[in-house]
């Protein structure tokens, strides 16, 4: 049973930093993690990813800002979000998706960038 769990996130002020993380379990098989974030009224989109190779794919809206990272050892894969604007505000979902092509979701962090 492969199980994704995110964690951080909560309430930050514009120009602050926000770090989100997620774990997997049930399965090492992993292609490729990433984030992606869906706000009130809109659909949900990728804001950043990597794959087994380190290779790191990003949202033009975050580029320069957000940083993803990954852990391989730990089946974790981090989120640095620096210089937060108001419109990062969203809910932020972690996805796998394995070697096999299935893909799992975790069930959302609030990410809230208000003064």
């Known amino acids: 049973q492969v199980q994704v769990e995110e964690s951080g996130g909560g309430l930050g002020q514009p120009g602050g930093s926000l770090r989100l993380s997620c774990v997997v379990t049930g399965s090492r098989l992993i292609e490729t993690m990433g984030w992606y974030r869906q706000a009130p009224g809109d659909q949900r989109n990728m804001v950043a990813s990597?794959?087994?190779?380190?290779?790191?794919n990003y949202a033009d809206s975050v580029k320069g800002r957000f940083t993803i990272s990954r852990d391989a050892a730990k089946n974790t894969v981090h989120l640095q979000m620096d210089n937060l604007k108001p419109e990062d505000t969203a809910v932020y979902f972690c996805r796998v998706r394995l070697e096999n092509l299935k893909v799992y979701w975790g069930q959302g962090t609030q990410v809230t960038v208000s003064s």
């Open positions: 990597i794959t087994t190779g380190e290779r790191t």
